[in-house]
């Protein structure tokens, strides 16, 4: 088993959602850390962690960044990071408890290894890419304002796409 320190620099977790329900806002967190525990003989028992900061929302709106860290979304001032914990690998999906505001629900990612390989510098690193589909509601993450015809301002099914690199920690 190897342990390998996520390269936040060259990691991205993005995630979309619909906006009055005729256009879809897309996101990233920028403030994100976690290991990856690999084991390249048996990778079904690979875990990884991760966190992320709520308040390093950037939709490239800081009006609607501001309110996506009020208490009506992520609270960021009274909730801690949301973080992943993968509880189980089967090669392709990572199954693991995601917490969003306090709230842990099982979510399932779907999961794409990129491969391994040496930097110009001589560090290991691999890379990998995941997809999931949330019900934000299902976080405690509810407010939304109606609209005429029976829409809504934002959308429950909130898409989630992290592109990962990790280094090898040498320690």
Known sequence: MTT???DSAHTQ???SAKQMMVTTVRGTFHDVTGTIELDETDP?????????KAASVDTNFGARDTHLRSADFFDVENSGPMTFKATDFDGTTATGELT????????????????????????????????TVINR???????????????????????????????HNQS
Request: no cysteine.
């Open 13 to 15: 977790v993005n995630f």
């Open 137 to 167: 509601q299902d976080f405690g993450v509810t407010f939304n304002i109606p609209l005429d015809g029976g829409k809504v301002m934002v959308g429950d099914k909130v898409s989630i796409h992290l592109a990962v690199e990790a280094v």
């Open 4 to 6: 390998w320190n996520l």
């Open 44 to 52: 079904t028992r690979s875990r990884g962690a991760f966190s992320v």
């Open 100 to 131: 969003i505001k306090g709230v842990t629900r099982t979510v399932e990612l779907d999961v794409e290894f990129l491969g391994l390989g040496l930097d110009p510098w001589g560090n290991q690193r691999l890379g990998f890419e995941a997809n």
